[in-house]
């Protein structure tokens, strides 16, 4: 069965800061990987998705960067957090582009 | 550009009673999924269905894809139902979730 974990559960960190929030899919070869964030009581927002190892590609510009270092690890980061990056991160994978997406628990991230 | 739109923004029900949500979307959709979250969780997904009738427990969604269009129906409705329902549908560059349909199920 595959799984899908993210690390970590939550952060507080400090505006400024620099960030980094990990996703491994576990059970799954070459999946179709995909980050979202999603507002405090608003909608997901896809922010980047990877179909191959070592290839990234941003749906919308957040000052954030993401990168896939390994088939089944997917990495979201940024050197300088700002307070609009508040809000939940959520990972998913797929078989494709037009496939089921199945999502991780997530990560809470409050920035001050 | 892509847009999804769900209605309706929030469903209060008794339970028991049947809930109908909707969901448009603007543009050819390669696949729709809708997905449920409870406050502070994770999204499930519910069903997949790009078109057509599909059926998983109290669940039905119809897919009119040529009409642009998704429903979700729940049958007999309980409390655990309670939370948001999210359709989601991949366009030819990205996937747009809609706002989200908050239904409240009231004992």
């Known amino acids: 069965a595959q799984t899908i974990h993210q690390w970590p559960v939550a952060e507080i960190k400090a505006v400024g800061s620099p960030l980094s929030l990990g996703c491994t899919i576990k059970?799954?070869?070459?999946?179709?990987l995909y980050w979202y964030w999603q507002a405090t009581g608003g909608t997901l927002q896809q922010l980047f998705y990877?179909?191959?190892?070592?290839?990234v590609e941003s749906v919308v510009q957040l000052n954030l960067s993401a990168s896939r270092p390994k088939d089944d690890q997917f990495i979201l980061s940024t050197e300088k957090l700002l307070l609009s990056h508040s809000g939940f991160y959520l990972c998913?994978?797929?078989?494709?582009?037009?496939?089921?997406?199945?999502f991780g628990p997530g990560t809470r991230l409050t920035v001050l | 550009g892509q847009q999804v739109q769900q209605s309706p923004a929030s469903l209060v029900l008794q339970e028991g009673e049947n809930a109908e949500l909707q969901c448009n979307f603007s543009?050819?959709?390669?696949?729709l999924q809708w997905f449920y979250q409870r406050p502070g969780g994770s999204l499930v997904s519910l069903l997949y269905?790009?078109?057509g009738t599909k059926h998983t427990g109290r669940l039905t969604s119809t897919t009119v894809t040529k009409e642009r269009r998704s429903s979700l129906h729940i049958s007999s409705s309980q409390i655990t139902d309670s939370g948001t329902y999210f359709c989601?549908?991949?366009?030819?560059?990205?996937?747009?979730f809609g706002a989200g349909t908050k239904l409240t199920i009231k004992p």
């Open positions: 998913a994978w797929s078989l494709g582009w037009v496939y089921e997406q199945y």
């Open positions: 059970g799954k070869s070459s999946p179709n």
């Open positions: 990877s179909i191959t190892v070592g290839q």
């Open positions: 543009s050819t959709a390669t696949q």
């Open positions: 269905n790009p078109s």
């Open positions: 989601a549908m991949a366009g030819n560059e990205k996937i747009t």
